[in-house]
């Protein structure tokens, strides 16, 4: 008779789409988060902490071309009542809260924002379903400089986490210059918004793709269609020569300096009042920024910046790393955009019925701890404890008592808690845990009132460098009376 199987044990694995964060990473991703807060907090904006799940219908359109019904979001249906996601952004969120508590906060009201996100698409390399975004917003605000308080913070939160002028740039447009320019070129009609809307959105994604098909590839996009190295055609926009030309002059209008660019743009825009006060406002954004000393070797006027997401209504910017890292196949490419935003006037009006003006900017936390890690710029203490090892298991309390004389010096220690009988087994513990020091006592140590401290890393170092003879020296190990221990352990750590 076959025997009964036992209940499936279920996988070990982490569902697609998904990762896990360990120690190190974590540590690198709250120090860099500390170290941008600061900037904002020293801008006046407020933290603030949504519920990860909203509302459907609070939510709103969720993603980019996304029409379906909940496409793009994790949703479900609570028995009988609404529809609940779990959050994709987190200005949707904002959105909520500031029609929600619109008479008890302070107008305009600043706030930032860190956390998970979570967007129910197709995974891929480096493409996550959850992933980490870092916010501030302005609602409240009609006022341009709220625009560039945004941009100068954002360079200043860059160089604080560590990339330096010279390796970023922080580049603004203004999607109503970019209506300006469809009215000009006849694919946006003032009195029918949804007239061209199709043509209207090919080209506003070839001109975001500039920076990877190049000049001839969006003229192709926005003309009869493009054909990639594959052989597949991609149907274009339908522009017509005439057409083409002016929304090509805009994504070339970027001159050697903010004035020449905007003079080039009120140029090309001369046929359109929106397109006109998209110019006069990067003007004021321009002016405001070079009176607080971001020039355009930190911010920029740039016309190829578009942002996909279409609630956006003025102002637009993009910070972009400009060094150059080795891609998969050893090819040298720019690192690219880190984060982005713009002014979004309408999503408030959603729930209130009332036009409330917003503008903020998200930063890809991931993708910029990629970057600090590709230039060595990593600023968290990813060290592990000290390690106090256990040499006789009925003196377990004076170990214990080590530790927490090192932790009540603000030194982090723990104590070996494995099965003791192998001494090589609890250094090879220490490394894995990144250990800077162990702590060794046995019982001729305990009986002469002393302490062996171990540096483990300069230990590693004379290992794989120093002769035999100086290995045996071993200069990486010290005796030190008890009472000493805090003393040199802290010079070890380069605290004393």
Known sequence: MAKDK?????????????????????????????????????????????????????????????????EGVFAWQEEDQDWLALRYDLTAPLARVAAQYRNDLPAPYRRFAMGPVWRNEKPGPGRFRQFYQCDADTV??????????????????????????????????NRKVLNGVMEVAGVLDPADPEKFAHERGIVLRAIDKFDKFGDAGVRALIGAGRM???????????????????????????AANNEGTILKLM??????????????????????????????????IDPSVVRGLGYYTGPVYEAELTFEILD?????????????????????????????????????????????RAKGRIAADTRGPVVVTVMDRDRMADYQAMATELR???????????????????LKYADKRNSPVAIIQGGDEAARGVVQVKDLFLGARIAAEASHEEWKAQPAQTEVARDALVTEVRRILGQG
């Not at 690198?28 to 603030?48: C, N, Q, S, W």
């Not at 954002?154 to 447009?173: C, F, Q, S, W």
């Not at 825009?269 to 009176?291: R, T, Y």
């Not at 930063?363 to 701890?369: A, N």
């Open 328 to 372: 998969e196949k050893g090819r040298k490419r720019q690192f690219g955009s880190v984060a982005g935003g713009g002014r979004y006037d309408d999503l408030v009006k959603r729930f209130t019925g009332q036009s409330v003006p917003a503008t903020g900017v998200s930063i890809g936390v991931d993708r910029l701890l990629a970057a600090l």
């Open 140 to 173: 409240g605000s009609g006022s341009v400089a709220a625009d560039a308080e945004i941009c100068a913070m954002l360079a200043d939160a860059l160089e604080a986490v560590g990339i330096p002028r010279g390796d970023y740039v922080v580049k603004v447009n």
């Open 408 to 426: 009540r010096a603000g030194i982090r220690a723990e104590v070996y808690l494995g099965n003791p009988k192998n001494f090589g087994n609890q």
């Open 6 to 70: 036992g209940p499936r044990r279920p996988r070990a694995e982490t569902p697609k789409g998904f990762r896990d964060y360990f120690g190190a990473e974590v540590s690198e991703r709250k120090a860099m988060l500390d170290t941008i807060a600061e900037v904002y907090h020293r801008y006046g904006f407020d933290p603030l902490e949504t519920s990860a799940v909203e509302t459907v219908e609070a939510l709103g359109k969720f993603l980019p071309d996304v029409d379906r019904p909940n």
């Open 267 to 300: 140029t090309l825009v001369s046929g359109s009042a929106v397109g006109q006060e998209g110019v006069h406002e990067l003007q004021s954004i321009a002016d405001l920024l070079a009176a607080q000393g971001y020039g355009p070797d930190r911010i920029v």
């Open 228 to 254: 990639d190295e594959s052989g597949d055609f991609t149907k274009g926009a339908g522009l017509s020569d005439e057409q083409a030309d002016t929304v090509m002059g805009f994504m070339n209008a970027r």
